[in-house]
Antibody
Framework: EVQLVQSGAEVKKPGESLKISCKGS????????IGWVRQMPGKGLEWMGI????????RYSPSFQGQVTISADKSINTAYLQWSGLKASDTAIYYC????????????????WGQGTLVTVSS | QTVVTQEPSLTVSPGGTVTLTCASS?????????PNWFQQKPGQAPRALIY???NRHSWTPARFSGSLLGGKAALTLSGVQPEDEAEYYC???????????FGGGTKLTVL
């Protein structure tokens, strides 16, 4: 059974750093890209970026380039999303999602999702 | 900045049929955008329904179908059930399918 299990909710102050995780199981972790999706309170889904755990090749949405860092540790089947200086506007639920690579493209679809990690940034 | 546009809200009667659409600010949506559709209910993670325009996942009920319609990606629900009330999001792929952009979502009410 494919599972993506995310780390627990976080409460942080503005300016603090944070790294949340997404652990994959039930499949070959290095054969699929892992992406991150933001959902701000009461708002829609926003595609942030993806990483290939096999070689850490990473693609970012222009909206999130430079704002977050996506990484992965294939030895423990885990992908990460991190911030070096949180802002109140980073308050959101963050989902990881498994992206299926295409024959000639990076990704063509998402199939499985993590349960989400709520990040609250408040002074 | 690429924008993907969906109807903000739609209402359908139980047993009826409804079509949701997904448009791109870059022009007509084609199969090369690999449209995906997702369903999200309150307090839950999104669930994948359709990929590559019209392909259902193994868990997707047959009443959900995807297509291209008038330059947009479309999701049609036939024989709508009360449990289909949810938010629906499309996802289009850009830059040679290296990046994704979600639509703003359609809130579907079954009434």
């Amino acid at each position: 059974e494919v599972q993506l299990v995310q780390s627990g909710a976080e409460v942080k102050k503005p300016g603090e750093s944070l790294k949340i995780s997404c652990k994959g199981s039930g499949y070959s972790f290095t054969s699929y890209w892992i992406g991150w999706v933001r959902q701000m309170p009461g708002k829609g889904l926003e595609w942030m970026g993806i990483i290939s755990p096999s070689d850490s090749d990473t693609r970012y949405s222009p909206s999130f380039q430079g704002q977050v860092t996506i990484s992965a540790d294939k030895s423990i089947n885990t992908a990460y999303l991190q911030w070096s200086g949180l802002k109140a506007s980073d308050t959101a639920i963050y989902y990881c999602a498994r992206h299926i690579p295409g024959a000639t493209t990076v990704t063509t679809r998402i199939d499985f999702w993590g349960q989400g990690t709520l990040v609250t940034v408040s002074s | 900045q690429t924008v993907v546009t969906q109807e903000p809200s739609l209402t359908v009667s139980p047993g009826g049929t409804v079509t949701l659409t997904c448009a791109s600010s870059t022009g007509a949506v084609t199969s090369g955008y690999y449209p995906n559709w997702f369903q999200q209910k309150p307090g839950q993670a999104p669930r994948a329904l359709i990929y590559s325009t019209s392909n259902r996942h193994s868990w997707t009920p047959a009443r959900f179908s995807g297509s291209l319609l008038g330059g947009k990606a479309a999701l049609t629900l036939s024989g709508v059930q009360p449990e289909d009330e949810a938010e629906y999001y499309c996802l289009l792929h850009y830059g040679g399918a290296q990046l994704g952009v979600f639509g703003g979502g359609t809130k579907l009410t079954v009434l």
